[in-house]
């Protein structure tokens, strides 16, 4: 049998609504991880301070961000997992403020020991049609693809507007814990 247990996985929630669609998608792919056996943790963003970048260069100049917030430990926590469930929900278009912050303050040198992670996106949205999320799901890509990290799927969840209508979405919450278990299953050697 193999043995997954040394994978850790963390779910990063954007959405400000706390037990919303965007935090049942990621707690879904964490379940299908976990089920496949590794150590999952959960982050929501709304819960912690992370203040704007400043683009002062502090982070290069003396090795150490401005800010003495909350991005620092999590920063740490990013560094440890394996792979990353990153989940948004579409605000005008776009990623939630509160993800945007935390997408922000990856301008720093830390972002060097990115390279090689590998990471889920689920963004789900009221819009009944993926064309919401185009450029969401390009700005991450591009992030992820200019620092050298694997992208393993992106889960899409057109027209969830009210809280936890993605539960009705069978075939969405099948596919999150199909692809929390398949990074698992991925990342294992026998």
């Excluded at 996985?9 to 089920?35: C, F, H, K, M, Y």
């Excluded at 819009?127 to 390009?138: E, F, N, Q, S």
């Amino acid at each position: 049998m193999i043995n997954f247990s040394n994978s850790q996985v963390l779910g990063i929630i954007g959405s400000p609504r706390q037990s919303g669609n965007t935090e049942i998608l990621v707690d879904e792919v964490l379940s299908g991880a976990e089920g496949a056996g590794a150590i999952v943790k959960k982050v929501i963003l709304n819960k912690l301070k992370i203040n704007p970048c400043q683009a002062c260069n502090s982070c290069y100049k003396t090795g150490k961000c401005m800010h003495d917030d909350d991005m620092l430990e999590l920063l740490k926590k990013m560094e440890e997992c394996d792979i990353w469930v990153l989940g948004t929900p579409i605000y005008w278009w776009g990623p939630t403020a509160q993800f945007k912050l935390f997408l922000d303050r990856w301008y720093c040198p830390k972002h060097q020991d990115f390279k090689g992670k590998r990471v889920i996106l689920v963004i789900p949205f009221e819009g009944g049609h993926p064309k919401y999320a185009r450029h969401t799901v390009g700005i991450l890509t591009d992030v992820l693809d200019y620092l050298n990290m694997e992208l393993i799927d992106t889960i899409l969840a057109p027209g969830v507007g009210s809280r936890g209508a993605v539960r009705e979405k069978k075939n969405i919450m099948k596919k999150a814990f199909e692809v929390g278990q398949k990074a698992i299953k991925m990342s294992g050697t026998t």
